[in-house]
């Protein structure tokens, strides 16, 4: 229902109300939703619910449970730039060893 209603609500530039649909979303992210919630967020421009989504994917067997979800499909083929940005998340985390070049 908090999809739906924040899609109308950025829709008709209702922010309150927005907000308040994000701040749901965000107590219902898990690894069968984030990749839904993820596209959701990018398309209505929702940048607190997706980065709460990017903190969620922020460990590999997270990442891992989420890449065999259908939602992950959906995530691919309708907002690649996502993909980029939790790829730079992750690589941002990892550290680097200079010595093995």
């Known amino acids: 229902m908090a999809q ?9 530039n ?5 907000l308040i649909c ?3 979303l965000c107590g219902h ?6 990749a ?5 967020a990018e398309q209505h421009h929702c940048h607190g619910l997706k980065e709460a989504c990017f903190r969620f994917l922020s460990t590999p067997s997270t990442l891992n449970a989420v890449m065999i979800t ?5 995530l691919t083929r309708s ?10 998340n992750i690589a941002a985390r990892v550290p680097v060893d200079l010595d093995e070049t």
């Open 79 to 88: 907002c690649p730039s996502v993909l980029k940005e939790i790829m730079a």
């Open 4 to 12: 739906h209603l924040l899609v109308t609500a950025d829709r008709y």
């Open 14 to 18: 209702l922010e309150r109300l927005k």
């Open 22 to 24: 994000e701040d749901r």
């Open 36 to 40: 839904t919630i993820s596209a959701l």
């Open 29 to 34: 992210i898990d690894t069968a939703s984030t």
């Open 70 to 74: 259908d939602g992950f499909d959906h």
